[in-house]
């Protein structure tokens, strides 16, 4: 694994591209395969090959990175920012801390990585798979996360303000406390996410499926909830839910609602299909 490494940076020194790299990070990367805390801004790495890398608080700002594979790498406490990495490997990638607002990341694999307290403003992450991620605490707002792949994904305490996540997956999510603040997420499944404490103050829910999801205690002060399916949900002690707004939603007797709110039935062409096709080939 190493020699490939060290194959595919020698390669890319080779052919000009080290113009951003220091001659000292340069020849650090092409004798050991690392380069933590390096300066590789604006460097053009495309279709680059570096599984395991050691780059941690590495400088990759402005760089090309498309379809480079960082497998299992650690970036944590790198800077990321308005790089291109549309249709990147990074499953099981470190990327806690990292500075990643403005980055293309569309089509990009993210299974299993670790992005705790990442910066990911204004990220686009349209069509990625983003199974198993972890975003507890990162800053997605603005994000543009529309049909991405987020089942079982973790997001405690995240900030997802403002964010278009229309027609994604986030069933069996853990989005405990999370802040949906004025998001889009037409269409979007929850399927049995424990949704407890989060926040969809002024968001979008047009056709969401929540069906078995734990509500209990979030907030839904002005959100639009038309055609939304609260199925078998649990949304005991729940804010702002107000019956005008729940005649337009619909659940089934297994729904758990405050006292003196109540739903219609639901039909069954209002469930969502799963129509995302997510990752480089999609």
């Known amino acids: 694994m190493r020699s490939l490494v060290l194959a595919g940076i020698a390669c890319l ?18 004798a050991t395969g690392a380069c933590p805390r390096c300066d590789l801004s604006g460097i053009s790495l495309i279709q680059g090959f570096f599984p395991a890398a050691d780059l ?36 099981d990638t470190k990327l806690t801390n990292a500075r990643i607002a403005g ?18 403003r204004e990220v686009d992450l349209g069509k990625s798979d983003l199974r198993e991620a972890v975003f507890d605490k990162a800053d997605l707002r603005n994000a543009l996360m529309k049909r991405a792949d987020m089942r079982k994904a973790r997001l405690v305490g995240t ?40 926040d969809f103050t002024d968001s979008r829910l047009e056709r969401a499926n929540f069906s078995g999801a734990d509500l209990r205690g979030a907030t839904f002060d002005g959100a639009i909830l038309r055609r939304t399916n609260f199925s078998d949900a649990n949304l005991t002690g729940v804010r702002g839910l107000k019956q005008e707004r729940l005649e337009a939603a619909c659940g089934n007797p297994g729904t758990k609602l405050p006292r003196g709110l109540h739903l219609r039935q639901c039909e069954q062409e209002t469930e969502t299909p799963a129509d995302i096709s997510v990752g480089p080939d999609s």
């Open 13 to 30: 020194v080779l052919s000009g591209h080290s113009l951003a790299m220091e001659p000292g990070h340069a020849s650090q990367m092409k």
């Open 103 to 120: 980055a293309d990341m569309e089509k990009a694999v993210l299974t299993r990585a670790d992005l705790g307290r990442a910066d990911l």
């Open 159 to 198: 900030r997802i303000e403002s964010a278009k996540l229309e027609r994604s997956d986030l069933s069996g999510a853990n989005a405990v406390g999370a802040d949906f603040t004025n998001s889009d997420l037409d269409r979007v499944r929850l399927l049995n996410a424990d949704l407890r404490d989060a």
């Open 56 to 91: 941690r608080g590495v400088n990759l700002r402005e760089s090309d990175l498309k379809a480079i594979d960082l497998s299992g790498a650690d970036l944590s406490d790198s800077d990321l920012r308005r790089s291109n990495l549309e249709k990147s490997k990074l499953a």
